[in-house]
C-alpha cells in the first residue's frame, strides 16, 4: 500500500511530487483500492497532474476521470439536497446540522473531491417530536425501523440516502463513555455555523469528538475505511490548538484515549502529520493493526473476506477478528459484544418476521 499512500498525499498536496514508475498492473490494483476505500476522486486530484511514464494507462485514466466527474455531480447534487433539508426543516420549526459527509468534504482542498454516500442532518426537538412530525409530513412510514440516534426517510426521486439525526450521533458502545459523549455532543449541537453552500455545520470541537467515537464504532462492526480517516486528518489540520487541547482533556472522560492513540499514529503513517496536530501520543502498535484493518477490509468493511459469507460463517469469522482487537481494545470489544447480543435479542421478532437470522439484507 505503500505506492497508494504516496499517491494520497501528492493528491491532497501534502508532498510536492510523486515519481513511482509502476506497471499497468501496479495502477489497476491502486485503481481498484481507490474503489474499496471510496476515494477514487480524492486521488485522481494527483492522478489528473500525472504526465508520462509517470501517468496510468490512458484506459484506467478515462475510467478514473469519467468517475471524477461522477463524483463532482454527485457533491453538487448532496450540497443542494442539504441546503433544501435546512431550510424545509426550517421551516417546520427545528434547527439542523449536517453531520459527517458534506461538512467534511468543504474542508477538504477539492471541495467535490469527497465521495459522498448519504446526507446525517441532525434536526432538534428530541426522539419523539421529530419522529411525529416526520409521520406527520409522510417523510417516513409507521413501523419504520428506528435507530438508537436515527431513522432513514423514504427515498425521494434523487436517490439521495438521507438519515435524520434525533441524536447527534450514535456514540460508542461503552456505556459509560457514551453517555459523557451524548451529553457534550447534546450541549454543543447547539454552536452550528451556516456555510456558504446553505446548510449549518457544528463546531469542529463536536466534529472531532462525534466521529473519533464513530471510526471506533464503525471499526469493532464491520469495518471502517480511508475516507473516514481521511476526514478526520481534515477535522485535525482545520481546528485551532485551543479546540485540539480541549478534546485531548476529554479523551480519558469519553473513553476514547486508547483508540485515539492508535487512531493518531495511523494518521502519522499515513499523511505523516505533524505532532502538534494531534490530540494525544500516537501509540504505533495498536496504529498499525488498525492500518491492517482498514487495508485489508476496505470501506465500512464491505471488502472483507467474509462479507458476503452466510450469517454463520460470517459471524464466526467476525469473532475471530473480535478476538485479535480484543488484545488492544478489551474493553471496547466486551462492551461492543455486550451491545450486539442486546440487539438481537430485540430484533428476534424482525427475524421472525422475515425468517432470517441475519439482517444485512433485510429491508428495514
Known amino acids: 500500500m505503500e505506492h497508494f499512500f504516496e499517491l494520497l498525499r501528492y ?62 455531480g454527485m457533491n453538487k447534487a448532496f450540497n443542494l439536497r442539504a441546503k433544501e433539508l435546512t431550510e424545509f426543516f426550517a421551516q417546520q420549526g427545528h434547527n439542523t446540522a449536517i453531520l459527517k459527509g458534506q461538512a467534511n468534504a468543504r474542508l477538504y482542498p477539492n471541495l467535490f473531491s469527497r465521495q459522498p454516500g448519504d446526507i446525517d442532518i441532525y434536526v432538534d426537538g428530541g426522539k419523539e417530536k421529530v419522529l411525529q412530525m416526520l409521520y406527520d409530513l409522510n417523510l417516513i412510514k409507521k413501523g419504520s425501523y428506528v435507530a438508537y440516534h436515527h431513522v432513514e426517510l423514504i427515498p425521494q426521486n434523487d436517490s439521495i440516502t438521507v438519515e435524520v439525526h434525533f441524536r447527534p ?77 480541549y ?26 502529520m505533524d505532532k502538534s496536530l494531534m490530540l494525544c501520543q500516537p501509540n504505533e502498535k495498536s496504529g498499525q493493526m488498525i492500518l491492517e484493518e482498514i487495508s485489508r477490509n476496505g470501506n465500512f468493511g464491505w471488502y472483507s473476506e467474509y462479507y458476503h459469507d452466510s450469517f454463520v460463517k460470517r459471524q464466526i469469522k467476525h469473532r475471530k477478528r473480535m478476538f485479535k482487537l480484543f488484545k488492544l481494545f478489551p474493553k471496547d470489544i466486551f462492551w461492543a459484544r455486550f451491545e450486539n447480543y442486546m440487539f438481537f435479542f430485540k430484533t428476534i421478532p424482525l427475524r421472525i418476521r422475515h425468517r432470517s437470522l441475519s439482517l444485512k439484507d433485510v429491508d428495514l
Open 11 to 72: 493528491s491532497l498536496g501534502i508532498t510536492d511530487s510523486f515519481e513511482a514508475k509502476l506497471s499497468p498492473e501496479e495502477w489497476k490494483k491502486i485503481f481498484e483500492s481507490a474503489h474499496q476505500q471510496s476515494i477514487v476522486g480524492v486521488l485522481f486530484c494527483g492522478v489528473s497532474k500525472l504526465k508520462g511514464e509517470f501517468a496510468p494507462p490512458l484506459n484506467i485514466a478515462m475510467q478514473w476521470t469519467a468517475e471524477a466527474e461522477k463524483i463532482i
Open 169 to 245: 450521533s450514535s456514540g460508542i458502545h461503552n456505556i459509560f463513555g457514551n453517555k459523557q459523549i451524548q451529553k457534550f455532543l447534546n450541549n454543543d449541537i447547539k454552536n452550528v455555523e451556516l456555510t456558504s453552500q446553505g446548510f449549518n455545520v457544528p463546531s469542529l470541537k463536536f466534529a472531532l469528538v462525534m466521529q473519533l467515537a464513530h471510526i471506533l464504532r464503525h471499526l469493532l462492526g464491520a469495518g471502517v475505511g480511508l475516507r473516514q480517516i481521511t476526514d478526520y486528518y481534515y477535522l485535525l489540520t482545520h481546528t485551532s490548538t485551543e479546540d485540539r487541547e
Open 247 to 272: 478534546v485531548s482533556s476529554l479523551l480519558q472522560k469519553f473513553k476514547l484515549k486508547t483508540f485515539a492513540a492508535a487512531l493518531m499514529w495511523v494518521l502519522q503513517h499515513i499523511f505523516a
